[in-house]
Nanobody, 118 residues
Framework: QVQLVESGGGLVQAGGSLRLSCAASGRTFSNYVMGWFRRAPGKEREFVARIDWSNGMSVYADYVKGRFIISRDNAKSTVYLQMNSLTPDDTAVYYC???????????WGQGTQVTVSS
């Protein structure tokens, strides 16, 4: 049974930083990617970033490029999202998800709330 557990959310002032973690368990993650998504109040879920477990290649949504950094620690089966220069528009529930490279994400975490005050 695959489990994804996010942590690290909280309340931060605009301009501040947070680091989210997603601890994964339940299978070997080679040939899989890990993604971060978010859902803001009243909005659709949107893609934030993803990273390939095996080669570390990463992709970012345009609105987080230069501010967010996704990384992984294969030994700990944990993916991180370092979020810098946060703005109130970044307020959302952040979810991690995993799936085979090139396929849909088939496992999701429970989400962690990030609130950025102005």
């Amino acid at each position: 049974q695959v489990q994804l557990v996010e942590s690290g959310g909280g309340l931060v002032q605009a301009g501040g930083s947070l680091r989210l973690s997603c601890a994964a368990s339940g299978r070997t993650f080679s040939n899989y990617v890990m993604g971060w998504f978010r859902r803001a109040p009243g909005k659709e879920r949107e893609f934030v970033a993803r990273i390939d477990w095996s080669n570390g290649m990463s992709v970012y949504a345009d609105y987080v490029k230069g501010r967010f950094i996704i990384s992984r620690d294969n030994a700990k089966s944990t993916v991180y999202l370092q979020m810098n220069s946060l703005t109130p528009d970044d307020t959302a529930v952040y979810y991690c998800a995993t799936g085979r490279r090139g396929a849909t994400y088939d496992y999701w975490g429970q989400g962690t709330q990030v609130t950025v005050s102005s």
